[in-house]
């Protein structure tokens, strides 16, 4: 179970989040979605501490922290261990191929044998249709198979929660689809996610649990079915936003 409670984050020019309590349901998926500038990306980021609450409560397994207090190196490993992120950007290693970017932190880090890690990899590169890219370096690579790449190099360590911040942002809608596909599959094989995304249709759906945020409150949680079909006027000029009609415009 991962819930925060009662969540503050001050930037100082009234941007941030503003007593947030939210519970994030093991083996299921939760879409956070909302308007730019709404705290969205802000609270994923605050479930990894890579934005660091003023105060709140934070639990997490057997983690309990109170956030008002600053929290020590080795609490924020404690929570980030259990955690994987993949960022807008793909962020992996140019120097280094395929296979070397997704064995890098199972050996290192997990010490798990090289020889494990790489059939792991290979496994795992398989199931994304990517294992003929293994031996190739990230720059001779599409933005969809990099982005593909970063959520092998993830799933590859195994953590209990996987993190998505608008992974398909910056990729063109053909290519987006590559990447939507593999993170349907772990929402399918019911692995714990947490996504940010701007696609409505991919949010109707892959979530499990809809999380809607605006001036850094949460506005809605809860059933998707609900938010789609009978959403507050808030939320369906918000959805309606989403779409354009020029017969209408």
Avoid: C, W
């Avoid at 020590?72 to 120097?95: C, D, M, S, W």
């Amino acid at each position: 179970m991962l819930k925060l409670t009662q969540i503050n984050k001050d930037f100082g020019n009234g941007h941030g989040l503003h007593d947030v309590s939210v519970e994030f349901p093991a083996n299921k998926t939760t879409v956070i979605v909302g308007p730019s500038g709404s705290g969205k990306t802000t609270l994923l980021r605050t479930i990894d501490f890579l934005e660091m609450p003023d105060s709140g409560q934070y639990e997490f397994d057997d983690l309990h922290y109170d956030l008002s207090r600053p929290l020590t190196k080795q609490e924020v490993l404690a929570a980030r261990k259990k955690l994987g992120i993949v960022f807008q950007g793909y962020n992996l290693f140019p120097h280094l191929t395929v296979l070397a970017n997704i064995t890098e932190g199972p050996v290192h880090v997990l010490k798990q044998s090289k020889q494990d890690a790489e059939a792991n990899a290979m496994s795992l590169l398989q199931k994304v249709g990517l294992a003929d890219k293994a031996n190739v370096y990230p720059d001779q690579l599409s933005g969809g198979q990099q982005q593909r790449i970063a959520i092998v190099r993830m799933v590859a360590m195994t953590p209990e929660y996987m993190l998505f911040d608008e992974p398909t942002s910056a990729l063109d809608p053909e290519l987006e689809v590559e990447v939507l596909k593999v993170i349907l599959e772990l929402a399918k094989m019911q692995d714990s996610i947490v996504i940010v995304t701007h696609n409505m249709d991919f949010a109707r759906g892959v979530a499990d649990k809809i999380v809607f945020v605006e001036d850094g409150k949460i506005e809605y949680q809860g059933d998707p079915e609900q938010f789609f079909a009978q959403p507050t006027p808030r939320i369906q000029a918000f959805l309606a936003a989403g779409t354009f009609d020029p017969k209408q415009a």
